[in-house]
């Protein structure tokens, strides 16, 4: 038996496979596929690369020529592990006069001297006695001879068929060959004690395979790798032994670069960082793993080595964490004994700024010994010399392509990608006949893309591995598929399960296609896109094939679901894997009534409510159902559930339970509500914690007072909360407002329990809110400092946090953005360390806040950066198409708004958009989302392509319109849109926006004067009578000093209509309100009487004007004008004869003394004609005055005459 307990190196198990060349392919073959996948996976669990070491094309035609055949084969012997020989009927190369062969006994003998007493043998014979007859037992040795009546049954076949290629195949090369190889059997025979197997005559090349695979795996499990499953390993010694095996699969596959490993050795000694990029799969890898093994040597280095992807948890930032601080308290000696209760996995929450202040400690410790600390973590690659990195690839493998071949594989264009050099050497690796190796190499390298490249490999799988034994069918298809729609990936045992595969089956594809998977924590998914893009080209994702597939693996996961009940919990692993896969499998096919089964079912809910909500409110949205009726269905499953929960307390009554069944379920009615939150549907969640609370008004009685009130006053706080959110503040600030009250009250006496007092400081912070949306915002402040009084008592980082900020929002608000920026980077200091790590969704909350407020101080630039890093957190956080990366887009519109640029702002607010069209949003129901196209079509009226805009904004005004919404519109999107149709004389559109513009409370005159306009652009007769609300006489009772405002409702209302009484009340009204508008108002509004042609109602005016300012000489000058004109000398005389009383005015005094001659009181006119001429004769109206002084008194005997015949006429 062998002696050798031990690989010859720790990396790496050599299996040395010798036979002949010819005849011997089926075995081969057998090996390749179906064994040594399982070889490789069990040499790979134990961080050893599994290397057989196959010299059927390991020769070159060079190496042949040169006559190193035996050499090299030889050689490869000397490196390996284990040997496994097996014969067919041909001896192989051999002949004491083959010139070739001597030549090349000849170079081997100087290494090898034995040789020179073998000259005579064949090369296949001296691997036999290298690797085992010359010293038997000391290389582990399994040994097989096949059964000469299966050669002749396939010789016999080739001869009826005439196949000179099967007749040379399985035929001795002569008797003399022949007695050769009974010698052989001989003598193997005679060391069968050192064997660990031997078959003299194995029936055919499938059996021998199995019993070769048998072999080995015995020995491999009992011997070779034993050591690694004698001793429990520490979590650092099993962290260790993945990474080194991941490490180990890079080692030998590196071209060394000098210059690289002199940058990196550079910063050996420093506290310099260093950053290592490149494309993934160019060779980065490599280079960190052989790095990494040159600094183990150095004993001053503690060296920390991390490879992201080579263990299920090396993803996690705080995994990274605690294996640093694990490796340097192992290097100082102090590592903590590991046991269930102290491993770092099972905490449920690690305290991250702990582990950096122990990660310190330790590195001081360290470096106070004279040690330095070294942290490696591989993430990004760079490309490498692929000719060297393949040729040792396959060196490694034992084997070697010809130069020939070698260059046609690394000139090849497609090759320069390092996947498709990866696929290409793992492709030909399992390739088993050396003759067709050229064929192989074009059939790969000729493959256009990485994508194509993998179909190649997929038909290969599926000649290989369609098994006939399988009866249900396509296994290759239904494997790769489930993989490929699976969402997390898929283990094993639910493959075998779904689609019923027996292991024996299974196990052969399974390591097939182990390099080209990647398994986490046992769940299979594919290692690169291009194989998954593959396999939905090849399997043909629209095929009705596919769906099958799909539904098989639905019905498997909803019979699950159906077992599921409220003694489950969520932690259970069929309930993560039911519901990361089942609703995603239905949604993939379109299924959304089994979807909406699936999300509503409340163990489903509560696992995707805690580990995913957003994924949990995608799925809604993808439903196609309205949100209430989800919601019904989950009330319905409470109901059932609190009813189950019931009927199993009856089967124990005697048991005292805390709580009700209600009760007892009710925290999923409180997690249902925070989802529904995040969707913006407060009356959804109003119905769930009112449900809440009638159930805890009903639960009096039935469980501790002291707890249900606390409850009640939780609930009654989030109800409060919806109806902050539904906009209804009244309503909120009233219920807060008791809140308050009674939980003050218990404050002073001393009686308040710590729920509740969180709950008052919830309450006074959500006063702030609602006074915010007041607008009253130091008050808002007064209540938010309350809250922050409380917090910092609790000591709730993160509550605090947030109480800063908003805090500083209302310093935004109150002008103060300095100020606020204070408080939002003491908010930010204490978020870096809460979310240590993370790239939390309030963190990009915070940047958002941060970026306004350098808005508010013109700081675009500094606004811009932090919007940009509001995105970036957003995105990582919730995923680029999530509605909070949609408002960042619309927050950096209006960065570029503000620089003029409307065609980047268009860009941005277009992203937005796109996210809401991915997720179905409903532009009727969802306000942000009509916002955002509000924007997008305000920026196009900014470019002037209304055109454009014109067929979406009608879509949106008349939703708005419908729904009683333009309370939230856009106002500038529609006042821009409104001045296009008067521009374009659309006027049937103009008045509908107009109209709709009044029904929002964000009012100025001129939303009314549009109307107005349009109305005007109307005949008299076809003018509407508008109501009030869109109304000149509610826009006087809002703007009663706008003077515009003023003169449309009198020209449009008053003056039309002939209404005296209306028009000088309204005048009375102006006149009080516009300051310095004094009689101008009744000047103005005989104007504009006369512009409409109505004198009589301007000299009304104007009658009214001069009885309130009887000495306006403008409002007399406009009376005598119309007076003049209309010969009316009586009304004139009224008017003019007090004004004479109270001022000597030469031209009213001239006027009035015409006007009472015309009125034949003459004597008047003389005492004011004297007044006149009694001045200075330089009076301008001296001399009219004087002229008609002299004619009073012929007018005054004219007059008489004229009345005396007038009375005898009428006598």
Request: with cysteine.
């Amino acid at each position: 038996m062998a002696s050798n307990s031990k690989l010859k190196d720790p990396r790496v198990c050599r299996i040395f496979f010798s036979s002949p060349f010819g005849g011997i392919e089926d075995e081969r073959e057998e090996l390749t596929r179906k064994y040594f996948p399982q070889i490789h996976h069990l040499c790979n669990s134990h961080g050893v690369q599994f290397v057989p070491v196959d010299m059927r094309w390991g020769i070159t035609k060079e190496a042949g020529e040169n006559a190193q055949v035996i050499n090299i084969c030889l050689r490869e012997l000397d490196r390996s592990d284990m040997f496994v020989g097996f014969f067919g009927q041909r001896y192989g190369w051999h002949g004491d006069k083959d010139e070739l062969l001597q030549q090349n006994f000849d170079n081997a003998v100087p290494r090898y001297p034995w040789l020179e007493k073998f000259r005579d043998k064949s090369v296949t014979e001296l691997e036999f006695l290298h690797g085992h007859l010359n010293l038997p037992g000391t290389l582990p040795a399994c040994i097989y001879f096949r059964d000469k009546e299966y050669d002749d049954k396939i010789r016999q076949e080739g001869e009826k068929n005439g196949d000179k290629k099967i007749i040379f195949k399985y035929s001795p090369e002569s008797d003399h060959s022949s007695a050769m190889m009974e010698d052989l059997k001989r003598r193997v025979k005679a060391t069968e004690s050192k064997l660990l197997d031997l078959d003299l005559k194995y029936p055919d090349p499938f059996k021998v395979a199995e019993m070769m695979f048998k072999c080995v795996w015995k020995h491999l499990t009992e011997v070779l790798l034993v050591d690694s499953n004698q001793i429990k390993l520490t979590r650092r010694q099993q962290e260790i032994i993945e990474h080194d095996a991941f490490l180990s699969s890079h080692l030998s596959v590196y071209s060394r670069n000098s210059e690289y490993f002199h940058q990196l050795n550079s910063i050996i000694g420093t506290k310099k960082n260093l950053l290592i990029t490149g494309e993934a799969g160019s060779g980065k890898t490599a280079l960190l793993s052989n790095w990494i093994e040159e600094l183990k040597q150095n004993e001053n280095i503690v060296l920390f080595y991390h490879l992201v992807g080579s263990t299920s948890s090396s993803t996690r930032p705080l995994n990274i964490l605690e294996r640093i601080l694990l490796e340097f308290e192992y290097a100082l000696g102090e590592e903590k004994q590991e046991s269930d209760n102290s491993d770092l996995k099972k905490k449920a929450e690690p305290n991250v700024q702990q582990l950096l202040q122990d990660i310190q400690v330790a590195m001081e410790k360290l470096s106070a010994k004279g040690r330095q600390t070294m942290i490696i973590i591989d993430g990004l690659e760079k490309l490498k010399q692929a000719s060297k990195i393949e040729k040792k690839s396959l060196m490694v493998l034992g084997k070697e392509l010809s130069p020939d071949q070698l260059k046609r594989v690394i000139d090849a264009e497609q090759t320069k990608n390092p996947l498709f050099l990866k696929i290409t050497i793992a492709e030909i690796v399992v390739f088993g006949y050396f003759r067709l190796l050229d064929k192989k190499i074009d059939s790969l390298i000729n493959c256009e893309s990485v994508e194509e490249l993998c179909e190649s490999f997929l038909k290969r799988l599926e000649e290989d591995y369609n098994d006939e034994n399988y009866k249900e069918g396509d296994l290759v298809k239904k494997v790769l598929t489930a993989i490929s729609v699976s969402k997390e990936g898929i283990y094993e045992t639910e493959l075998k399960e779904i689609f019923h595969i027996p292991d024996s089956i299974w196990s052969p594809l399974y390591f097939a296609i182990e390099k080209y998977v990647v398994k986490h924590s046992g769940l299979l998914k594919f290692g690169f896109t291009e194989l998954e893009k593959a396999v939905e080209k090849h399997f043909d994702s629209s095929s009705e094939d596919r769906k099958q597939i799909i539904k098989q693996m639905i019905d498997y996961y909803e019979n699950k679901r159906k077992t599921f009940n409220f003694k489950i919990n969520s932690t259970h692993p069929d309930v993560k894997r039911v519901s990361l896969e089942l609703p995603f499998l239905q949604q993939r096919v379109g299924d959304t009534q089994g979807l909406v089964r699936t999300v509503t079912d409340i163990t489903v809910f509560n696992f995707l409510y805690h580990e995913n909500k957003y994924e949990l409110i995608e799925l809604w949205t993808t439903s196609e159902h309205p949100l209430s009726k989800i919601v019904d269905n989950y009330l319905l499953n409470f109901d059932l559930r609190v009813a189950d929960i019931y009927l199993q307390r009856q089967e124990t009554p005697n048991v005292k339970y805390k709580q009700p069944p209600g009760v007892f379920a009710s925290n999923f009615l409180d997690d249902l509500r925070i989802a529904i939150s995040m969707v913006q549907q407060p009356l959804q969640g109003i119905r769930l914690t009112t449900k809440k609370i009638q159930i805890l008004e009903n639960s009096e009685g039935y469980m501790n007072e002291k707890d249900r009130q606390a409850a009640l006053v939780r609930s009654q706080y989030f109800l409060a909360t919806q109806y902050v959110e539904l906009e209804d503040y009244e309503t909120a600030e009233s219920i807060h407002h008791k809140i308050i009250q009674q939980l003050e009250k218990l404050r002073e006496e001393d009686n308040i329990i710590d729920d509740s007092l969180i709950v008052l400081a919830m309450s006074y912070n959500d006063m702030g809110v609602i006074l915010i949306n007041k607008m009253q915002y130091e008050k808002a402040r007064e209540y938010f400092y309350k809250s922050l009084e409380i917090e910092e008592k609790i000591a709730v980082p993160q509550e605090v946090a947030e109480c800063w900020m908003n805090i500083g929002t209302c310093e935004l608000h109150l002008k103060d953005p300095e100020k606020a920026l204070e408080f939002f980077f003491k908010t930010m200091k204490t978020y870096e360390e809460i979310f240590f790590g993370e790239l939390n969704h309030s963190l990009g909350a915070l940047m958002t806040n941060i970026g306004l407020a350098y808005r508010r101080l013109n700081n675009i630039e500094e606004a811009e950066k932090y919007y940009l890093r509001s995105l970036k957190i957003k995105a990582n956080a919730l995923g680029w198409y999530n509605p909070d990366v949609a408002f960042v887009y619309m927050n950096l519109s209006v960065i570029e708004q503000l620089r003029k640029n409307f065609a980047k702002s268009l860009e941005y607010i277009e992203k937005a958009e796109e996210i809401f069209k991915r997720r179905k949003a409903n532009l009727r129901q969802n306000l942000n989302y009509r916002k955002i196209v509000e924007n997008r079509l305000y920026y196009l009226a900014c470019l002037e392509r209304f055109e454009e805009a014109d067929e979406d904004y009608q879509h949106i005004l008349n939703i708005l319109i419908g729904e009683n919404q333009m309370e939230y519109c856009l106002k500038g999107l529609h006042n821009e849109m409104l001045k296009y149709y008067i521009r374009s004389e659309q006027y049937d559109k103009a008045e509908k926006t107009a109209i709709a513009i009044l029904d929002q409370s964000d009012l100025i005159a001129y939303d009314f004067i549009y109307l107005n306009h349009l109305d005007g652009l109307k005949p008299f007769e076809e003018r509407p009578v508008r109501e009030y609300k869109y109304s000149m006489e509610k826009a006087f009772d809002l703007w009663p000093s706008d003077g515009d405002v003023s003169r449309r409702l009198a020209i449009s209302n008053y003056i039309p209509n002939n209404n005296l009484d209306k028009l000088l009340k309204h005048l009375e009204k102006t006149d009080n309100n516009i300051e310095g508008l004094a009689d101008n108002t009744y000047g103005y509004a005989a104007e504009w009487c006369h512009q409409a042609d109505n004198e009589n109602l301007a000299l009304s005016v104007l009658k009214k004007g001069h009885e309130i300012y009887p000495d306006s000489m403008s409002i007399i000058d406009k009376i005598v004008n119309i007076l003049r004109e209309r010969k009316d000398y009586a009304q004139l005389l009224d008017i003019l004869k007090p004004v004479t009383e109270r001022h000597d005015n030469s031209s009213i005094n001239f006027l009035a003394a015409y006007s009472a001659i015309m009125r034949a009181e003459f004597d008047l006119a003389r005492d004011l004609l004297t007044k006149i001429v009694s001045k200075t004769e330089e009076d301008p109206m001296y001399e009219k005055a004087s002229n008609l002084l002299k004619s009073v008194d012929q007018f005054e005997e004219e007059t008489k005459k004229h009345n005396e015949e007038k009375e005898k006429a009428d006598s």
